[in-house]
């Protein structure tokens, strides 16, 4: 889950480098470094940092480091703690070969045992610096060579970016079960885990394959497979510009990305149109079952998707974790439809899950955000959100972008099978168009939920609670909170809080209710009376006007009226504000939460 980047041409390296780590930092950011071939050719330079980029980055103030070939890297720490022994570029024992990584090298104390023997000294904890060695001991005449021999050694999920002083000329990237791209420029290449990281540069794009490397001069780029036969690869051109990424105004990427959600879900209901539907459809005839494989608040998305498909387009749909379902005897096949949701496209246990399903000839479609991801590539169809950039790590207008593209598939689907008919589905696409408005109106409620959660920030604990189609809300609300506060919540369905969690709530337990007036309207009542009857603090998220659930709550927030099935899509946006705001007054970074990246490509 960490980020790299890599730069060879005509700049200095130095500042491409850090630019591209500052795009990247949403990806890790317990420390970073850098490596840089002197202009010379015969040393590379190298520094690192713990903490933030903005920490190396004010180490490197004063330093002249003058190079144009140079990789970069920022870590979310998995093999030994963040320090600087373990910060990324590693150098070889001999100082020829820098390497950055973003992966698991599965087999390294193997191979560190192997290279120990033969007299290497190791000076981190790190996974990583086993490939620097190992390059070093492998190395003859040619770099490129030895990477290909490297590749039959190392097992696991990785992207690695290499530098050395037997060929200044070159900058290499090689990628199996982790993201990488390469930028093509003029006069200068580079690669990098992510895009936003190299369009100050360039907007021409080649995302690597598995078991691809890429061979970089500041003229030319080639690719080749892990068994060195070149590889013809299709230039992709983004249309979205780096502002897109920045704050505009808002303090965090996370508020600016909730207030964001109006436009994204206007522009995914569009986007949907635009895509080949009528191939998907026509070849999912003969699905007689739907497993979505997702993590995190992903998977909270398909547990709503699952309740739109069963309702209107009449199939069984079973939801599952991905880190869960790959490991298990699981039963596919040919009728199967294996359907992968991820924001990024790379989530390392969605796509291995899809692969392995995949493999036993189950039919698969992804939900992804970034077009030309790993997903997008690996699945027989694909289904995009169009949310530009999300840079926050806790997921928002993402989740409520992929909530669209699961209605809107579940009613194409149900017509596509006479389940509903084309009215029926006009009916239902209308009502969506209303939904960025109703978002609108929620928003303007910013300082209103902010009032509300000043008054929470002391609550040690939360219980989020739901029935039916809103009970995944509350799993995502909790999650939210937990994700940017770091305080203990949990989502439950309304019904199961006699069946335990009751025993938690006293006068000092806050109980989040997602409670519209929809068809279990009553039901819910019924589950905040029994919360009043043992004093706990309610806040409620209710329907416009609901004067019952305003004389029950201690707080109330209205939403605008909207039809049963499609309240999910505006009974979350309060949710993430209250999170917002509660971890913002605890003075948390919420938009890089401790522990957590935007992209999990490891397992």
């Not at 990477?147 to 200044?168: F, H």
């Not at 249309?239 to 995914?268: C, L, V, Y």
């Amino acid at each position: 889950m960490c980020g790299i980047v890599g730069y060879i041409g005509e700049r200095n390296a130095v500042p491409v480098l850090l630019y591209g780590l500052q795009r990247l930092e949403y990806r890790g950011y317990d420390s970073a470094g850098i490596a840089v071939l002197e202009k010379e050719g015969n040393k590379i330079i190298v520094e690192k940092q713990v903490g933030k980029i903005k920490d190396l980055q004010e180490y490197l103030w004063n330093k002249k480091i003058e190079g144009n070939v140079g990789i970069a890297h920022t870590r979310w720490a998995t093999h030994g703690p963040p320090t600087i022994e373990n910060a990324h570029p590693h150098l070889s024992q001999k100082g020829t070969i820098a390497v950055v990584h973003n992966g698991i090298i599965e087999n390294y104390l193997e191979l560190k045992n192997q290279l120990q023997k033969k007299g290497y000294k190791f000076q981190s904890e790190t996974d990583t610096e086993v490939i620097a060695h190992l390059i070093e001991d492998e190395y003859e005449n040619n770099l490129l060579e030895t990477i290909l021999k490297i590749t039959k050694k190392l097992e696991g999920a990785y992207a690695i970016g290499v530098i050395s002083t037997y060929e200044p000329d070159k900058l290499i990237g090689l990628r199996k079960g982790s993201p990488l791209i390469v930028g093509i420029g003029k006069k200068e290449n580079l690669i990098a885990s992510d895009i936003p990281a190299v369009l100050e540069y360039t907007k021409d794009i080649i995302p690597l394959d598995d078991n691809e490397i890429a061979i970089l001069s500041k003229d030319n780029v080639e690719i080749l497979d892990f068994n060195g036969n070149k590889k013809e690869k299709k230039i992709l051109h983004v249309n979205w510009d780096i502002s897109i990424a920045e704050k505009g105004g808002f303090k965090h990427f996370m508020q600016k990305e909730i207030h964001e959600q109006p436009r994204t879900i206007a522009d995914t209901i569009t986007g949907f149109s635009s895509q080949d539907i009528n191939k998907i459809f026509s070849n999912l005839e003969n699905i007689n079952r739907i497993i979505i494989v997702a993590c995190g608040t992903s998977y909270h998305a398909g547990l709503v998707g699952k309740f739109w498909i069963e309702k209107y387009a009449k199939v069984p749909v079973e939801v599952d974790y991905a880190s869960e379902f790959r490991y298990r005897d699981y039963i596919v096949d040919k009728n199967t439809l294996i359907f992968g949701i991820s924001q990024s496209g790379e989530t390392a246990d969605t796509r291995f899950a899809m692969l392995d399903a995949k493999e036993k000839g189950a039919k698969t479609l992804a939900l992804v955000n970034v077009v030309g991801s790993s997903l997008s590539r690996e699945s027989d169809f694909v289904l995009y959100t169009y949310c530009g950039p999300e840079i926050g790590v806790a997921a928002t207008k993402t989740f409520t972008a992929q909530l669209v593209v699961l209605y809107l598939f579940a009613l194409k689907l149900a017509q596509f099978r006479k389940k509903i008919s084309k009215d029926e589905f006009d009916k239902r696409y209308r009502e969506l168009l209303h939904i960025p408005t109703s978002v609108e109106e929620i928003l303007k409620k910013d300082e209103e939920i902010k009032n509300i959660a000043y008054d929470y920030t002391k609550a040690t604990d939360f219980l989020f609670l739901a029935r039916g189609l809103n009970y995944p809300i509350a799993l995502e609300g909790a999650l939210k909170l937990k994700e940017i506060s770091y305080i203990h919540a949990e989502g439950y369905p309304a019904g199961e809080m006699k069946h335990g969690p009751i025993a938690l709530i006293d006068e000092n337990m806050p109980v989040v209710f997602v409670a519209p007036k929809d068809y279990l309207y009553e039901k819910t009542i019924s589950n905040i009376q029994e919360v009043k009857a043992r004093k706990g603090k309610i806040i409620s998220v209710a329907t416009s006007n609901d004067n019952v659930i305003k004389e029950l709550s201690d707080k109330t927030i209205f939403i605008p009226k909207v039809s049963d099935e499609i309240y999910p899509l505006i009974s979350v946006i309060p949710l993430q504000l209250l999170a917002y705001h509660i971890a913002t007054f605890l003075g948390k970074d919420v938009d890089q939460p401790r522990n957590l990246a935007k992209t999990v490509t490891v397992e």
